[in-house]
C-alpha cells in the first residue's frame, strides 16, 4: 500500500480542470454575485436563486458548476482557507513551524477562532452538506491538530482528542457562544485549557 502524502502536499481544494471559456466565465460570475450578495445581506439570506440571478445564469448553471449550495460555499472559503494553511504550516512561529508543539496548538486555536468567526456565514452553510464538512481541506486542519497532539507527547485515541479540540472550532459553536456573551478571549482560554490538559500540562 502506498504511504499518505507528507501533511505539507496536501491542497486546501482540489485543483479544477482547465475549464472552456463560457464555463470559466460563469464561474467568475457565479462567484462574484455571491459574495457580493453575501457581503450586502449575509449567507443565511442568500439562496441560489438570489446568486444566479445576479450572475445572469440559470440555476442549473450554478449547481453544473459546484455541485451544491455547500459546494459553492467552500469555493468561497478558498483562497482565505490557503493563506491560513500556508500560515499554519510554513508561516513564522508560534503559528508556524519553530515553536513546540503545544505552543503551537494554542496558537492554531486562537487563529482558528478568529477566522471562524469572520466567516461565519460561509462556514455555516458549507457545514451542512456532510461532505463538505468532512471533505479534504476541512480534514487538514484535523490531522494538523492530531499531528501537534503527537509531537507534544499526548497519549491515548488521539483521532478522538483531535476532533473534541476541532469541535470546539466549529462555527455554528462559536457563534453560539458569542451570543451568550463570551468573548473570543474566553473562547480561546478554554481552547488552551482543555489543550493543556490533553497534552498533560
Not at 467552500?74 to 500560515?87: N, P, R
Amino acid at each position: 500500500m502506498a504511504a499518505s502524502p507528507p501533511l505539507r502536499e496536501l491542497p486546501v481544494t482540489d485543483q479544477p480542470p482547465q475549464e472552456r471559456g463560457d464555463a470559466a466565465r460563469n464561474r467568475t460570475l457565479l462567484l462574484d454575485a455571491a459574495r457580493r450578495l453575501i457581503a450586502e445581506r449575509g449567507a443565511d439570506a442568500v439562496t441560489t436563486d438570489d446568486i444566479a440571478a445576479a450572475a445572469g445564469v440559470g440555476k442549473g448553471t450554478l449547481f453544473r458548476r459546484f455541485g451544491s449550495r455547500a459546494g459553492l460555499m467552500i469555493v468561497l472559503l478558498d483562497e482565505d482557507e490557503k493563506v491560513q494553511q500556508q500560515a499554519f504550516m510554513f508561516g513564522p512561529p508560534p503559528l508556524g513551524p519553530g515553536a513546540p508543539p503545544l505552543d503551537r496548538l494554542l496558537a492554531y486555536g486562537r487563529h482558528r477562532l478568529q477566522f471562524v468567526h469572520a466567516h461565519h456565514g460561509l462556514l455555516s452553510e458549507s457545514n451542512r452538506d456532510p461532505l463538505m464538512r468532512f471533505n479534504e481541506p476541512m480534514m487538514l486542519h484535523h490531522r494538523h491538530i492530531r499531528i501537534l497532539l503527537e509531537e507534544a507527547g499526548t497519549t491515548g485515541d488521539l483521532d478522538a482528542q483531535a476532533f473534541a479540540l476541532h469541535t470546539l472550532l466549529d462555527a455554528d459553536y462559536v457563534e453560539l457562544q458569542l451570543d451568550r456573551g463570551r468573548t473570543l478571549e474566553q473562547l480561546g482560554d478554554a481552547w488552551e485549557s482543555v489543550a493543556r490538559k490533553l497534552c498533560g500540562t
